[in-house]
């Protein structure tokens, strides 16, 4: 059964056109973060959100927004895709516990190509 | 300096074979310490924590090495189905809690018949 679950899979955007990718999470997480990966690259934290607090990376550049309406769902916002953000995008969810916070679960990502 | 370095290899063993894979890190402040194993085009999956007195799962053995900053994943028996590529994983203090997990960009094996 899917926890972590990203739509669509595979999306195809045209350059300078918006975008949206979305996760959703059955797993009742309160921390849920965005990843950029691109091949043969590490995955790259873009953000996160701890409960509604939302906490942008330093070089996350401003393309590139986040929303998490409900702890169920967060999406990915990019206003103007470049070339440059084809990649994997990877959603991933972890937990508060005693002590600190669990590792983190991902979804299978959604791979973008821009055109 | 990366925070995480790996060899990216690929390192290429026949069935059956013991391959060891180093990495280095560079915040000697870290504190957690991860090996995912991420299959092509998939996304990372959790293959282990490593623990300060070193753990074992199967064929599947971890080390940390906290003065030389270094992390180590064995695998014993190879499997074809081991090949993959293995990220080295890890949470640096100072995170604000946040669990931020910092990547290496991941060795890959490739185990042949």
């Known amino acids: 059964d899917a926890m972590v679950i990203q739509n669509p899979r595979y999306q195809v955007t045209q350059f300078g056109k918006p975008v949206t990718l979305s996760c959703s999470q059955t797993?009742?997480?309160?921390?849920m973060y965005w990843y950029q990966q691109k091949s043969s690259q590490a995955p790259k934290l873009l953000f996160h959100?701890?409960?509604?607090?939302?906490?942008n990376e330093a070089d996350t550049p401003d393309n590139f927004q986040s929303r998490r309406p409900n702890t169920s769902f967060c999406f990915l916002d990019i206003r103007s895709p470049g070339l440059g953000d084809a990649a994997m995008y990877l959603c991933?969810?972890?937990?508060?516990?005693?002590?600190?916070?669990?590792?983190?679960?991902f979804g299978p990502g959604t791979r973008l190509l821009v055109l | 300096r990366k925070e995480v370095e790996q060899d990216p290899g690929p390192f290429n063993v026949p069935e059956g074979a013991t391959v060891a894979f180093n990495c280095t890190y560079s915040?000697?402040?870290?504190?957690?310490f991860f090996w995912y194993r991420q299959d092509c085009r998939k996304e990372p999956k959790l293959l282990m924590s490593?623990?300060?007195s070193g753990n074992e799962d199967g064929r599947f053995t971890a080390q940390l090495n906290r003065a030389s900053q270094y992390i180590s994943l064995l695998i014993r028996d190879s499997k074809l189905s081991d090949s993959a590529t293995y990220l080295c994983?890890?949470?640096?203090?100072?995170?604000?809690?946040?669990?931020?997990?910092?990547f290496g960009a991941g060795t890959r094996l490739a185990v042949h018949p």
């Open positions: 490593v623990y300060s």
């Open positions: 915040n000697s402040a870290s504190q957690s």
């Open positions: 994983v890890v949470n640096p203090t100072g995170s604000g809690g946040y669990n931020k997990l910092i």
């Open positions: 797993l009742n997480h309160n921390v």
């Open positions: 959100y701890y409960d509604k607090d939302f906490n």
């Open positions: 991933a969810t972890s937990r508060e516990v005693a002590g600190g916070l669990e590792t983190q679960y």
